[in-house]
Nanobody, 116 residues
Framework: VQLQASGGGLVQEGGSLRLSCAAS????????MGWYRQAPGKQRKLVAT???????TYANSVKGRFTISRDNAKNTVSLQMNNLKPDDTAVYYC???????????WGQGTLVTVSS
């Protein structure tokens, strides 16, 4: 597994968390990157993307609350999550955008739980 997400945890509604993902240089340097999440009983969805040139996109549900960033020197991509809501509860994953075909790259993800 060459994509490791970390930084999840339990937070109260309105709180903040910062997720980080370390990627191999081979993957990171030539790909747009994305954060995805999968809530219990639901399909995995794209949350935010950042291009090599740092152009960003966000799902409507997180616009204005989440910020994606990348450090090309450290091969890391981060997701700053503010004003968290219970609906943000999910396992968060990083991957390229679009995702790599090998499912092993999804890794374990990192669990974010937002309590009301």
């Amino acid at each position: 597994v060459q994509l490791q997400a970390s930084g999840g945890g339990l937070v109260q509604e309105g709180g903040s968390l910062r997720l980080s993902c370390a990627a191999s240089g081979t993957i990171f340097s030539i790909n747009n990157m994305g954060w995805y999440r999968q809530a219990p009983g639901k399909q995995r969805k794209l949350v935010a993307t950042i291009a090599i040139g740092r152009r960003t996109t966000y799902a409507n549900s997180v616009k204005g609350r989440f910020t994606i960033s990348r450090d090309n020197a450290k091969n890391t991509v981060s997701l700053q999550m503010n004003n968290l809501k219970p609906d943000d509860t999910a396992v968060y994953y990083c991957n390229t955008d679009p995702p790599l075909k090998n499912d092993n790259y999804w890794g374990q993800g990192t669990l974010v739980t937002v309590s009301s």
